[in-house]
């Protein structure tokens, strides 16, 4: 049975939570702050960009959107959405692990813990793709994905309605390999709907990265670790914060 990956309008739903707004502010206050561009950010890629929560907002703000994804549900929704608001924007259906651009952009991110990677050497080849894409001294922002807490099991569940639709979305992470860091991620999604109930399950077995091993390959490719910062918010730096504490740690690199 097809997850909740090949859902994008029961995954937009249970992904409304977010204020798109405020994150947006944030990464313009990392270009402002650590990039080192020789002119204005204008164009920025969404890595892993599902159906492409923080397109509307980038084009408001006047930078020309591209979306990368391997569903190609996803990259439909995207499509549909773009043209129903008159937007031009790239959407590519391409695995993370190996890609190239038409242009180099001026800022890349991904968002939501979606780094969905193998090993290291897919890591590696990750970064390398990303750094071909993006205009030197701009920045790759990465919320999420390092492995802060150390190889722990962890699960969480919630509901959201829009509408006569409510779904609920369940994951759960459980370590299937501590010597590879492989963990096993599934997601069990339930929808309800006046015309009954559907259940969709996916799981995915993905490699963890450990902060300084993530940082010691970041370094190795073509980017500098400029730092991390919990919740979106600069004033919050990983290291300053307690343990167990953290929220959404935004990994921040620049392109040398
Ligand atoms: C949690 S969603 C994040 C979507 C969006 N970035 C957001 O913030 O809502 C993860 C996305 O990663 C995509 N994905 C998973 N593995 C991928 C891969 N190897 N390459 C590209 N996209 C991938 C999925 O199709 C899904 O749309």
Redesign the pocket.
């Given at each position: 049975m097809a997850g909740l990956?090949a859902h994008p309008n029961y995954?937009e739903i249970a992904?409304d939570f977010r204020d798109v707004a405020a994150e947006v502010d944030f990464f313009e206050t990392c270009i402002d702050r650590f990039g080192e561009r020789s002119h204005r950010a204008s164009s920025v890629l969404?890595?892993?960009?599902?159906?492409?929560?923080?397109l509307l907002e980038f084009d408001a703000r006047g930078y020309e959107y591209a979306g990368?994804?391997?569903?190609s549900e996803?990259i439909s929704h995207s499509i549909e959405k773009a043209r129903e608001h008159d937007i031009e924007a790239t959407f590519l259906r391409?695995?993370?692990?190996d890609f190239s651009l038409p242009r180099r952009v001026d800022f890349a991110f991904?968002?939501?813990?979606?780094l969905?990677?193998g090993s290291n050497d897919a890591l590696l080849s990750h970064l390398d793709s990303v750094a071909d894409s993006l205009t030197p001294g701009s920045l790759y922002c990465i919320d999420g994905s390092i492995d802060f807490c150390g190889g722990t099991s962890s699960e969480s569940e919630w509901e959201s309605t829009r509408g006569d639709t409510t779904v609920r979305f369940g994951i759960d992470r459980e370590p299937v390999n501590p010597a590879e860091q492989l963990v096993r991620q599934t997601i069990t999604t339930r929808v309800e709907t006046p015309d009954g109930t559907r259940r969709f399950r996916e799981a995915?077995t993905i490699k963890t990265f450990a902060p300084q091993e993530f940082r010691m390959i970041a370094e190795d490719s073509e980017f500098e670790h400029v730092g991390w910062f919990d919740s979106f918010d600069l004033s919050k730096p990983v290291e300053e914060c307690e343990p167990g504490t953290l929220h959404r740690p935004v990994t921040v690199l620049r392109r040398k």
């Open positions: 990956y995954y992904f969404e890595i892993a960009c599902g159906p492409s929560p923080y990368l994804d391997n569903s996803m391409r695995d993370m692990a991904c968002a939501l813990s979606s969905y990677l995915h």
